[in-house]
T-cell receptor
Framework: GQQVMQIPQYQHVQEGEDFTTYCNSS?????IQWYKQRPGGHPVFLIQ?????EVKKQKRLTFQFGEAKKNSSLHITATQTTDVGTYFC????????FGAGTRLTVKP | DTAVSQTPKYLVTQMGNDKSIKCEQN?????MYWYKQDSKKFLKIMFS???????INETVPNRFSPKSPDKAHLNLHINSLELGDSAVYFC?????????????FGPGTRLTVL
């Protein structure tokens, strides 16, 4: 069945360091979405990638969709304490499936 | 205005009880979802409704029964609650589209079964 794997499960960084989370699918995806969930909050949509090899940026966040449309990454440059939270990818084959999430903690 | 609302926000109950969680969206979306998020933060889809019709029904015990009286509402009724049902339940909605559309999540309902 459709599965979306996400690594790492946890990441602890010093403020100012970079952070990357990776998402991999066993099947080709029609699109991939990224969400952020702050502690105690609910998932909030960040971005959607549709095209093979697509790269999108939101300030310090860079999102990539692989050429084969089976993997994606989210990279944060120079993390800040406001980046703390769990980042989820969600890939669509027949329907949207969420990865397990990467929980990011940032030490000031 | 709240886009996706859920009630109650917290629910504490005894094993064996029956409880309901309500969800409403005012975004005009035609697809709604229920997710369960456990203590490890795994976000697992339970049900998806499109125009009041059940689209996705994952391997969820039949003690869980969703009901969609109209496109703006998707309620979740749980019978004979068990300890393992303790989790945060999120409702979400989205537009329907082959390209996939962003999901708007409600604030969540934290269910604790004692």
């Amino acid at each position: 069945g459709q599965q979306v794997m996400q690594i790492p499960q946890y990441q602890h960084v010093q403020e100012g360091e970079d952070f990357t989370t990776y998402c991999n699918s066993s099947t080709t995806l029609s699109n991939i979405q990224w969400y952020k969930q702050r502690p105690g909050g609910h998932p909030v949509f960040l971005i959607q990638l549709v095209k093979s090899g697509e790269v999108k940026k939101q300030k310090r966040l860079t999102f990539q969709f692989g050429e084969a449309k089976k993997n994606s990454s989210l990279h944060i440059t120079a993390t800040q304490t406001t980046d703390v939270g769990t980042y989820f990818c969600a890939g669509r084959e027949w329907d949207m499936r969420f990865g397990a999430g990467t929980r990011l903690t940032v030490k000031p | 205005d709240t886009a996706v609302s859920q009630t109650p926000k917290y629910l504490v109950t005894q094993m064996g009880n029956d409880k309901s969680i309500k969800c409403e969206q005012n975004l005009g979306h035609d697809t709604m979802y229920w997710y369960k998020q456990d203590s490890k933060k795994f976000l697992k889809i339970m049900f998806s409704y499109n125009n009041k019709e059940l689209i996705i029904n994952e391997t969820v015990p039949n003690r869980f029964s969703p009901k969609s009286p109209d496109k703006a509402h998707l309620n979740l009724h749980i019978n004979s609650l068990e300890l393992g049902d303790s989790a945060v339940y999120f409702c979400a909605s989205s537009r329907t589209g082959t390209g996939g559309n962003e999901q708007f999540f409600g604030p969540g309902t934290r269910l604790t079964v004692l």
